[in-house]
């Protein structure tokens, strides 16, 4: 016999989830995690279906559990709350990149099938295409090129009129063509990470000719006016600009106008009311600000897509230290000599 979900154990359980969420270490955390745990209770506890209700338990037993292991430094778990909160999966995500799936200010295009209502071939938005042919928005795989826009790359030749498969296999069926667009079209919006805010480019004034093809204002997207992006960006960027710091006999061995002239040169350390009170969440909050694409309209009416100088992100360089004298005396002999050999046989390789 199923076991009851009894409505003692489910306000055991929020109060549990409550105490947790009390734990985060952001405002807006702990805000929208207080929220999720409002209306999943409340689901549970509307629903007269015992399977859907231990299945709704079940869910948010498994965020207790979840934020637990994140407030105590599990790495995984932290993500996830950080991923939820700001839209990088989950409910929200959909939200935030529903807007951009459609332009309200374009017709439809013209139908495929000229009998079928729902033939219309996907649109782009500007906001769309452009975090389509962005490295820096894409979860996974390559940026689109702007002619996949318009005709696929999962695209069979025989779409082409002048393509040899054409000629010898005949034209391919209407309805797969609107499938495979459609196709591709889902499975890359999918692969992207939403901006959760738009940034409007601020930049010097434009000349006449500029201002006569400057656009409307554009439409709000993501989550405006709530200041997330600059709180995240305040809490990654304790290490912005920062070279590693040199051990502390090295620094003793550089003559005093030297250590006085690198002192200099970096950049002072920000405040404790400026940064997370620890590196697990600065680390943390950075890798999150990798999964944020910066939207930018410019003054000229285009989006511009980037990334903040504090994101980690996997196609972004990182600061090393310099290697100095008293380091290379630690590397084996010849061991310079060896890394020029390796790379010339690389080189010969891919030649």
């Excluded at 951009?100 to 500007?126: E, F, N, T, W």
């Amino acid at each position: 016999m199923p076991v009851q979900v009894s409505r003692e154990a489910v306000f055991s359980l929020y109060r549990s989830f409550l105490r947790q969420t009390a734990r985060l270490p952001h405002h807006y955390l702990r805000q929208f995690w207080m929220l999720r745990g409002q209306d999943e209770v409340k689901r549970l506890l509307a629903s007269d279906d015992d399977v859907l209700r231990r299945t709704k338990l079940k869910r948010v037993r498994k965020d207790v559990a979840r934020l637990e292991m994140a407030n105590t430094g599990d790495r995984e778990c932290f993500a996830y709350v950080l991923d939820m909160a700001y839209g990088r999966k989950g409910p929200l995500k959909h939200a935030i990149m529903k807007p951009l799936l459609s332009d309200p200010s374009q017709p439809k295009p013209p139908r495929i099938i000229p009998a079928a209502h729902k033939s219309h071939p996907p649109v782009y938005s500007p906001e769309l295409a452009a975090l389509s042919m962005s490295g820096s928005s894409r979860r996974q795989g390559k940026p689109l090129k702007p002619e996949q826009l318009v005709n696929p790359p999962t695209m069979p030749a025989r779409a082409d009129p002048s393509s040899s498969d054409y000629q010898l296999f005949g034209p391919l069926s209407k309805r797969r063509e609107v499938n495979i667009k459609w196709r591709f079209f889902t499975e890359n919006w999918q692969k992207l990470h939403p901006p959760i805010e738009l940034t409007i480019d601020q930049g010097p004034a434009l000349s006449t000719k500029a201002k006569s093809i400057e656009r409307k204002p554009p439409r709000a997207i993501g989550i405006p006016g709530q200041g997330l992006l600059e709180d995240v960006i305040t809490l990654a960027g304790a290490s912005r600009a920062r070279r590693p710091p040199i051990p502390r006999r090295q620094r003793q061995s550089l003559p005093a106008d030297e250590d006085a002239e690198r002192r200099q040169g970096m950049p002072m350390a920000p405040t404790s009311a400026d940064v997370a009170p620890s590196r697990f969440i600065r680390r943390r909050y950075a890798e999150l600000l990798g999964k944020i694409p910066i939207l930018t309209y410019t003054r000229t009416g285009k989006y511009v897509v980037a990334l903040d100088d504090a994101a980690w992100h996997q196609e972004r360089e990182y600061p090393l230290a310099e290697v100095d004298d008293t380091e290379r005396a630690w590397l084996p002999q010849g061991f310079g000599e060896i890394e020029r050999a390796k790379k010339a046989d690389k080189a010969t390789v891919k030649g």
